[in-house]
């Protein structure tokens, strides 16, 4: 598996296939990007001033809101991943 650093947060964004009211599929052009993801990785955290690290503010399994077009989407062993900072993540979904 991918080990992220630094305030890096590793996440498996969720497909959902959109149909409108009339029960018609839409195209994946046609769709919004997603916007909620579960952690899969999380990075150890910046090294602050003092020598500490900062605590990173999400946990592995963790369903998340982050910023629409945020991140890196990358390939892994045949799954897609977006690598995004944690400053990037706007809610934790419970």
Do not use: C, H, W
């Not at 296939?17 to 990075?43: D, H, I, M, N």
């Not at 955290?45 to 020598?51: A, D, F, P, R």
């Not at 629409?68 to 989407?73: A, L, Q, R």
């Amino acid at each position: 598996m991918l080990k992220p650093l630094g305030d890096r947060v590793i996440l498996e964004v969720t497909q959902e296939e959109e149909k409108t009211v009339g029960g018609l599929v839409l195209a994946s052009a046609a769709k919004e990007k997603p916007q909620t993801a579960k952690v899969v990785a999380v990075g150890e955290g910046n090294v602050l001033e003092n020598g500490q690290k900062s605590p990173m503010p999400v946990a592995v399994g963790d369903m998340v809101m982050f910023e629409k077009y945020s991140g890196t989407e990358v390939k892994y062993d045949g799954s897609e991943y977006l690598i995004i900072a944690a400053k990037d993540i706007m809610a934790i979904v419970e």
